[in-house]
Every structure is written in structure tokens, then in C-alpha cells.
């Protein structure tokens, strides 16, 4: 399979080459560049599943721990305008959600926000010029949409930070990776994470069974009424 595979990446690119130069070979390696950027994505989180399964497996990530109350998904899966909201106004506005949570929580809010705002706002710009550029080819700013995906970088891993400091602070299983690729593919789902953390908690437990703190304390106080009566009786 894999010399029939290579034979026929070889004889494409032979025939290309002779029927139209180097640019035609230059079009097939960028069209195998394309193709490849999923698997790429792809490969990433299953890396990131096969560590936690081997994570649990070893005894040191507990399946069953504390997580987000509102996951990255729930704003694609759930018939609820609230979250959707929270997606629509944390595309434009997350240094300023990023601001408020982090204040929240003692984590020093100014520093992280300003960055991402001037990291965001660069990168929407250099798009923009990029834009721009294209329906002007005098103009020249070859590359520029380079420059403009290293501060939209930036502005991930700051998000990936701040998203990392909330985890451990409620001790939310994880690792900075997630953190990472969370931010960078859906970080509008990420600060609608951190801006419910702070609704009981933050926290939904993984235990379907499992009941709110709340209510275990409610039950322990009604089983040592009823142990009273009974004794009393």
C-alpha cells in the first residue's frame, strides 16, 4: 500500500511537471499542504484523548471530577439563547469578559486584558489590510496575514492562560494543551466557560447520580431528625 501510494504521488507529480512546469508542481504540493491542515487538527486532540485515557488509567485524572457547568459544545448543542449570546458578544468583546473574570478571582485582570485587546485588535486589523491587498495588488503587503495569525496567537495563549489559572483554581481536570487549542478554535465557548464559573461554583458534577452539596447536607440533616424520633418513639 504504501509503494502504491508513493508510486502514485510520484507519476502525479512527474506528469504535472512536464505538462506544465513548476507552477503546476508548486499548485500540487499547496493542494497537499490544504489537505493535510485537518488531519493535523485531528491527530492533535487524539494525543490529547489518548493522555487522559492513560491519565485515568494510571489512577492520576479523576473521570468523575469537577467540571465547567457549561462545556465548549453546549452553545452549538443546546436550544439556549443565553449561551448563544454570550458567544456573539465574547467574539468581539473578550478582553473586556477576560478583565471582569479574572478580577473576580484575584488573578490581576488589567494585564492579561490590555493584551489581548491590543493582540486582538492588531490581528483584526493586519486582516483587514490583508483584505485590502488583495483587491489592490499594487499595494505592497505581501505576507502580512502571517504577522496577523502570530498576534491572534498571542491572543490565544493568553486566553489559554487565563482559562489554565480558573481551572486550578477550582480544580478542574485538564492541561494546558486544551487550554491552548480550546482558545485558539472557539474562544467565545471558552469565555462563556469563565464567565459561569462563578454560578454554583462554576462546577457540574460528572456523576450523573451525583447531587449538589447543597442537598447532601439537607439529607444528612433529615436522616438525624428521623434517627431522633425513632429513638424518642
Known amino acids: 500500500a504504501v509503494v502504491s501510494t508513493q508510486s502514485t504521488g510520484g507519476a502525479t507529480a512527474t506528469a504535472l511537471l512536464v505538462a506544465g512546469g513548476t507552477e503546476s508542481l508548486m499548485a500540487l504540493q499547496t493542494a497537499s499542504v490544504a489537505a493535510g491542515l485537518p488531519y493535523t487538527i485531528i491527530l492533535c486532540f487524539v494525543c490529547i484523548a489518548t493522555w487522559r485515557a492513560l491519565a485515568m488509567e494510571a489512577g492520576d485524572l479523576n473521570p468523575y471530577g469537577p467540571d ?20 456573539l458578544k465574547n467574539f468581539f468583546l473578550t478582553p473586556f469578559t477576560l478583565h471582569s473574570v479574572m478580577k473576580r478571582h484575584n488573578k490581576g485582570g488589567v ?5 489581548a485587546a491590543i493582540c486582538w485588535a492588531t490581528w483584526v486589523t493586519l486582516i483587514i489590510l490583508e483584505i485590502v491587498y488583495l483587491n489592490h495588488p499594487t499595494l ?8 496577523a495569525w502570530v498576534f491572534y496567537l498571542g491572543f490565544a495563549t493568553l486566553v489559554a492562560v487565563a482559562r489554565g489559572a ?68
Not at 465547567?68 to 458567544?87: C, E, I, M, N
Not at 505592497?140 to 504577522?147: A, D, E, F, P, R
Not at 487550554?179 to 460528572?206: I, K, N
Request: with cysteine.
Open 140 to 147: 505592497k503587503l505581501n505576507g502580512i496575514y502571517s504577522l
Open 166 to 233: 480558573i481551572r486550578n483554581h477550582y480544580g478542574i481536570n485538564g492541561n494546558p494543551i486544551e487550554d491552548f487549542f480550546a482558545a485558539m478554535f472557539v474562544y467565545p465557548c471558552v469565555m462563556v466557560q469563565l464567565e459561569t464559573v462563578s454560578e454554583r461554583g462554576g462546577l457540574a458534577p460528572m456523576m450523573p447520580d451525583s447531587k449538589d452539596p447543597s442537598h447532601q447536607e439537607m439529607d444528612v440533616i433529615n436522616n438525624n431528625h428521623h434517627e431522633k424520633v425513632d429513638a424518642m418513639a
Open 68 to 87: 465547567f457547568a457549561v462545556s465548549l459544545v453546549d452553545p452549538f448543542s443546546t436550544l439556549r439563547p443565553k449561551l448563544w449570546g454570550g458567544v
Open 111 to 115: 494585564g492579561p486584558a490590555v493584551g
